[in-house]
Nanobody, 126 residues
Framework: QVQLVESGGGLVQPGGSVRLSCAAS????????ITWFRQAPGKEREGVSC????????YYADSLKDRFVMSRDNAENTVYLQMNSLNPDATAVYYC???????????????????WGQGTPVPVSS
């Protein structure tokens, strides 16, 4: 059974940084794509970043690629999302999702993912 557990969320001051973790069990990062999504209060869920096996670099939402970095540690079966220069618009619950059907550069943010974590909240406020 696939399980995803996010951690690292919490209050961040504007301009600050935070690193989120998504610990996966029941799957191998060699065969699954992992995507970070976020959902802000009153807004639709949006894709943040995706890391897929055999793809050299993660995919990012265009508006975030200069400040967010996604990485993975296959040995720990964990992916990370480093978020820098945060502003209050980044306030959201951040989720990781996994699927063995590997998405493309054009589909990762709207693909179907079978497994989801419980989410970790990241409020950005002074």
């Amino acid at each position: 059974q696939v399980q995803l557990v996010e951690s690292g969320g919490g209050l961040v001051q504007p301009g600050g940084s935070v690193r989120l973790s998504c610990a996966a069990s029941g799957l191998s990062l060699d065969y699954y794509a992992i995507t970070w999504f976020r959902q802000a209060p009153g807004k639709e869920r949006e894709g943040v970043s995706c890391i897929s096996p055999h793809v050299g670099s993660p995919y990012y939402a265009d508006s975030l690629k200069d400040r967010f970095v996604m990485s993975r540690d296959n040995a720990e079966n964990t992916v990370y999302l480093q978020m820098n220069s945060l502003n209050p618009d980044a306030t959201a619950v951040y989720y990781c999702a996994a699927d063995s059907r590997l998405p493309t550069r054009d589909s990762w943010y709207r693909a179907t993912y079978d497994s989801w974590g419980q989410g970790t909240p990241v409020p950005v406020s002074s």
